[in-house]
């Protein structure tokens, strides 16, 4: 047992006055990052709580706890917490199940999926909906350094090869239009996994300390191109427009044109899964975390391919731009991933 782990320990064995070395604390999910999630079993009728571990060096548990304490009082579905020992990381919070949107999703008839997923887009505007002044800005510089993990860990340290002649304005182009959307509190990690579904398919979302200040397309394109498969398009051009009814409804938004709101999840699907390509490798080379490369590195690259398309579609001024870089995607990046990722599959048998 670690140090830290036997902390937590004491930490709780005190608050319910137990006995630490009879505590029943089971792990239920490590994280991308350093975050660790345990269920805390109670002697009835205590029932069960979700204990968080998230080392302060690494970890913002202050906004969590102040996000969920502003978004609890807005009404919004998010764990209660019952304790937090800031200074140590350790928070003692509701036990909302197990239940992911991912694994509902994969599970239910394509009717339960629409209508879960036009609720997830609908509490999407709720948490767009609340007041950004105190989040940080999803600014030029933080987009740029994560554009930047794609060249530096995907392309030099993992394949060995250069970045396109073009990549530099494609960022640049990515960053000003992501800049331009409509501003508005962003949850930045809003996925499938995100996502709690109660025994009535109610939802509620968790991981959200990493709230910001960001565009309208950032939370929608996060919720459908993350770590699956790509949709169907017809499916995935519905619930996007279910999302933009219900943000010109609320408010965020006086944008009616479909073809433009479709061009802001483009964006941000774009630059979302060019940073996930290069994250994924530096979860891989740096954290020891090779899963998520061999697991969903082709994903996100399907997702970014299907953005480029989008873009290079709707045409204008930077349609040339996204086909340049599509091509190269098509023509030097897909195959060496595809043979890199093979070989370190392999290599794990």
């Known amino acids: 047992m670690t140090a830290r782990l036997s902390a937590l320990r004491q930490w709780l064995a005190h608050r319910h006055s137990l006995d630490a070395a009879r505590l029943v604390l089971e792990s239920i999910a490590d994280d991308a990052s350093f975050r ?7 002697p009835q009728p205590g029932g069960t709580r979700v204990v968080m571990d998230a080392p302060p060096e690494h970890e913002p548990s202050r906004s969590f706890v102040a996000i969920a304490l502003a978004w609890a009082s807005a009404g919004l579905p998010v764990p209660g917490i019952h304790a937090a020992d800031l200074s140590r990381g350790f928070l ?11 694994r509902r999703l994969n599970d239910a008839a394509p009717a339960v999926q629409d209508a879960l ?29 994560e ?65 910001w200040a960001g565009p309208l397309g950032y939370d929608p394109a996060s919720l459908l191109r993350d770590r699956n498969p790509p949709w169907p398009i017809a499916r995935q051009h519905a619930w996007f427009a279910t999302h933009q009814a219900l943000a010109l409804e609320a408010g965020l938004s006086a944008e009616r044109s479909t073809e433009r709101h479709l061009c802001w999840i483009a964006e941000a699907s774009a630059q979302r899964s060019i940073k996930v390509l290069g994250l994924f490798c530096r979860l891989a080379q740096r954290d020891g975390k090779p899963g998520y490369l061999l697991g969903h590195q082709r994903h996100f690259f399907a997702h970014l391919r299907q953005a480029m398309g ?24 897909e195959p060496r991933m595809r043979a890199q990722l093979d070989a370190m599959a392999g290599a794990a048998q």
């Open 310 to 333: 989008e873009l290079t579609s709707a045409g204008g001024a930077d349609a040339p731009l996204w086909r340049a870089f599509d091509e190269w995607l098509d023509g030097e990046f």
């Open 117 to 145: 997923i036009d609720d997830a887009m609908a509490l999407s505007v709720r948490i767009a909906s609340q007041p950004s002044a105190a989040l940080p800005p999803y600014d030029r510089r933080r987009l740029a350094f």
């Open 147 to 211: 554009l930047g993990l794609f060249p530096e860990w995907a392309l030099t340290r993992w394949l060995g090869i250069a970045a396109p002649a073009c990549f530099t304005a494609v960022c640049e182009r990515l960053i000003q239009r992501l800049l331009d959307q409509p501003r508005l509190t962003t949850h930045r990690d809003y996925h499938p996994g995100n996502l709690l579904v109660g025994t009535d398919d109610e939802l509620a979302v968790i991981d959200f300390q990493g709230a």
């Open 36 to 42: 660790r999630y345990f269920r805390l079993r109670l």
């Open 92 to 102: 003692e919070l509701d036990d909302l199940g197990d239940t992911l949107l991912r």
